[in-house]
């Protein structure tokens, strides 16, 4: 056959391809393979049948070529077809050795000679050196080496900041902390063209930051534009819309305590792309958190319709008996999840929840260990480990765990009030103040009522120190976030009695048992405040004539 005739078959494949008739493409690329005998038709063969799904064949037909040891694309190729046959030493061993350094440089390679033979086109090219390195990544992580793993990731990114898949392997598995996650991106070296990507990059990670900083993270990116038709203005395309970025900004939100917007935006979004799984897991979160059981209801029961594979799936299912208490049945579909994907940390975090919401804390123990294990990036299985220990009344322990917490992500802010929180326990009243001001001072946005638990707390710290004064300032604070915490009143109302202000103790024990009728504390506290009140008038020497 003519040269012309032989690529005009290569056209057929290549069209064969793109229309997913693989059978089609493997007919026509074997016969284009045998006619020509050339590497580049026995690599598009491979191909076809790859993408056929004829892992073994393909591989064989890889493997049976000598060019395999010398050009990287059928190298690549072939480990992975043995990805697919879920035979990773033999992958590691196709990929050929080489070792690689904690901060993700690749070093003492021992097939420096191979050479990669490009495709003959214009388009951009993720590298080579990258897609192997994530390769590698992703068969250390079958075999339960996560520590190889996360190496030969950060070495994918590097090779090749576009190998977005390996920062979404890091970032999605926690397999980082986020000092390591800044400090990554920060080494990337992005081309001249790429400073959205860069942009982009950094808001896809842990966002502890000020709100000035995330929202002029999120504003240089939605101000990113690409103009369709250079003359016309109007045809300017910006990612403000991007499903992606709203994503990351929902997320942000959640972080910040600020559920309703979060569910709002996640809303949103899930009506333009109902099947953006990274919103649907975001949006679950925020619904258990406002108590939404309905919405939960719903959304479980069409990805379970749609996903019955997919451990997000169950995880909705049991999102959603965790938030109506029935949390036997929530247990066992987060069990479910575990088991569908053992690295997917939100289902191992709920699991423990489960347990811990019952008091069963040797279980939710067993649960957050196994998080922390696999996820050592994830500061929440620490900080909820520090949790039952301070349940058990373990304070020396929690706070143990929860300096560990902080060392893995030292900008949430419920890590430092949990450290108060156990300093107040221990009757270290001043360390608690400190833990509790700083909570305060690392809140990324204006106070809201979710932190008015931390303003009470650094109340009742200051009372304990009989700083009366600066304690009445952060209760009426606290109530400014909230008017309905009988806490808040009774704190109010003892600082006031403490300082023999009888008539305005009485006023907020009034609230405070208005709020709470039962009240044990507020009720005794009363008389004492009315009995103290009524002998301030009696004279000392005539009241027990």
């Given at each position: 056959?003519?040269?012309?005739?032989?690529?005009?078959l290569?056209?057929?494949?290549?069209?064969?391809?793109?229309?997913?008739?693989?059978?089609?493409a493997?007919?026509?690329?074997?016969?284009?393979?045998?006619?020509?005998a050339?590497?580049?038709?026995?690599?598009?063969?491979?191909?076809?049948?790859?993408?056929?799904r004829?892992?073994?064949?393909?591989?064989?037909?890889?493997?049976?070529?000598?060019?395999?040891?010398?050009?990287?694309?059928?190298?690549?190729l072939a480990a992975?077809?043995?990805?697919?046959?879920k035979?990773?030493?033999?992958?590691?061993?196709?990929?050929g050795?080489?070792?690689?350094?904690?901060?993700?440089?690749v070093?003492?390679?021992?097939?420096?000679?191979?050479?990669?033979?490009?495709?003959?086109?214009?388009?951009?090219e993720?590298?080579?050196?990258?897609?192997?390195c994530?390769?590698?990544?992703?068969?250390?992580?079958a075999?339960?080496n996560?520590?190889?793993?996360?190496?030969?990731?950060?070495?994918?990114?590097?090779?090749?900041?576009?190998?977005?898949?390996?920062?979404?392997?890091?970032?999605?598995?926690h397999?980082?902390?986020?000092?390591e996650?800044?400090?990554?991106?920060?080494?990337?070296?992005?081309?001249?063209?790429?400073?959205w990507?860069?942009?982009?990059y950094?808001c896809?990670?842990?966002?502890y930051?000020?709100?000035?900083?995330?929202?002029?993270?999120?504003?240089?990116?939605?101000?990113?534009s690409?103009?369709?038709?250079?003359?016309?203005?109007?045809?300017?395309?910006?990612?403000?819309?991007?499903?992606d970025?709203?994503?990351?900004?929902?997320?942000?939100?959640h972080?910040?305590?600020?559920?309703?917007?979060?569910f709002e935006?996640?809303?949103?979004?899930?009506?333009?792309?109902?099947?953006?799984l990274?919103?649907?897991?975001?949006?679950?979160?925020?619904?258990?958190?406002l108590?939404?059981s309905n919405?939960?209801?719903?959304?479980?029961?069409n990805?379970?319709?749609?996903?019955p594979?997919m451990a997000?799936?169950?995880?909705?299912?049991?999102c959603y008996?965790y938030?109506i208490?029935?949390?036997?049945?929530?247990?066992?579909?987060?069990?479910?999840?575990?088991?569908?994907?053992?690295t997917f940390?939100p289902?191992?975090i709920?699991y423990?929840?489960?347990?811990?919401?019952q008091?069963?804390g040797?279980?939710?123990?067993?649960?957050?260990?196994?998080?922390?294990r696999?996820?050592?990036?994830?500061?929440?299985?620490?900080?909820?480990?520090?949790?039952?220990?301070?349940?058990?009344?373990?304070?020396?322990?929690?706070?143990?765990?929860?300096?560990?917490?902080?060392?893995i992500?030292?900008?949430?802010?419920?890590?430092?009030?949990?450290?108060?929180?156990?300093?107040?326990?221990?009757?270290?009243?001043?360390?608690?103040?400190?833990?509790?001001?700083?909570?305060?001072?690392?809140?990324?946005?204006?106070?809201?009522?979710?932190?008015?638990?931390?303003?009470?707390?650094?109340a009742?710290a200051?009372?304990?120190?009989?700083?009366?004064?600066?304690?009445?300032?952060?209760?009426?604070k606290?109530?400014?976030?909230?008017?309905?915490?009988?806490?808040?009143?009774?704190?109010?109302?003892?600082?006031y009695?403490l300082?023999?202000?009888?008539?305005?103790?009485i006023?907020?024990?009034?609230k405070?048992?208005w709020l709470?009728?039962?009240?044990?504390?507020?009720?005794e506290?009363?008389?004492?405040?009315?009995?103290?009140?009524?002998r301030r008038?009696?004279d000392?020497?005539?009241?027990?004539?």
């Amino acid at each position: 056959m003519r040269e012309e005739e032989m690529e005009k078959l290569r056209g057929v494949v290549r069209d064969c391809v793109s229309k997913h008739l693989y059978s089609s493409a493997i007919f026509f690329a074997d016969k284009v393979a045998a006619f020509t005998a050339d590497p580049a038709d026995i690599y598009m063969q491979a191909q076809a049948l790859f993408l056929g799904r004829h892992y073994r064949r393909a591989f064989h037909l890889l493997n049976a070529s000598k060019i395999v040891l010398t050009d990287l694309r059928f190298r690549y190729l072939a480990a992975k077809c043995l990805e697919e046959l879920k035979e990773w030493d033999q992958c590691l061993s196709m990929l050929g050795e080489a070792k690689v350094d904690d901060d993700g440089n690749v070093y003492d390679m021992k097939d420096s000679n191979v050479m990669y033979l490009d495709k003959d086109c214009e388009d951009r090219e993720i590298n080579i050196s990258s897609a192997i390195c994530f390769l590698r990544g992703k068969a250390y992580e079958a075999l339960e080496n996560r520590a190889q793993a996360r190496m030969w990731y950060k070495a994918a990114i590097k090779a090749d900041p576009l190998c977005y898949e390996a920062l979404e392997c890091l970032i999605e598995n926690h397999m980082l902390t986020c000092e390591e996650e800044a400090n990554l991106i920060s080494s990337l070296q992005f081309g001249s063209e790429d400073g959205w990507l860069s942009s982009f990059y950094s808001c896809l990670i842990k966002k502890y930051d000020k709100e000035n900083i995330v929202v002029a993270k999120f504003r240089d990116l939605e101000n990113e534009s690409c103009k369709s038709d250079q003359s016309d203005s109007s045809f300017l395309r910006t990612l403000k819309s991007n499903t992606d970025l709203l994503a990351c900004k929902a997320e942000y939100y959640h972080q910040c305590g600020e559920y309703q917007k979060c569910f709002e935006l996640t809303n949103d979004l899930l009506e333009k792309d109902l099947f953006h799984l990274k919103t649907t897991l975001v949006h679950l979160a925020a619904a258990v958190e406002l108590g939404h059981s309905n919405e939960l209801y719903l959304m479980s029961c069409n990805l379970v319709k749609d996903y019955p594979q997919m451990a997000l799936s169950w995880f909705a299912v049991g999102c959603y008996y965790y938030c109506i208490k029935k949390y036997d049945q929530s247990r066992r579909y987060f069990s479910k999840a575990t088991s569908l994907d053992g690295t997917f940390p939100p289902a191992w975090i709920g699991y423990g929840n489960a347990y811990a919401a019952q008091e069963e804390g040797d279980q939710a123990m067993s649960a957050y260990r196994t998080a922390a294990r696999l996820f050592p990036g994830c500061h929440l299985a620490t900080l909820y480990i520090g949790m039952e220990c301070m349940r058990t009344h373990s304070y020396k322990l929690a706070e143990q765990f929860f300096t560990q917490a902080k060392s893995i992500c030292p900008s949430d802010p419920l890590v430092y009030n949990e450290l108060g929180v156990v300093a107040y326990h221990m009757e270290e009243y001043k360390k608690a103040v400190w833990w509790f001001e700083k909570t305060l001072a690392l809140v990324p946005t204006t106070l809201s009522e979710i932190w008015e638990s931390t303003v009470v707390n650094l109340a009742h710290a200051y009372r304990k120190l009989k700083m009366y004064r600066e304690a009445i300032s952060y209760y009426e604070k606290a109530l400014a976030l909230s008017t309905r915490s009988v806490s808040t009143y009774a704190g109010l109302a003892y600082t006031y009695h403490l300082q023999d202000d009888f008539t305005t103790a009485i006023a907020y024990y009034h609230k405070a048992l208005w709020l709470k009728p039962d009240d044990q504390f507020c009720t005794e506290m009363l008389s004492w405040a009315l009995i103290d009140e009524s002998r301030r008038g009696v004279d000392p020497s005539l009241e027990f004539r």
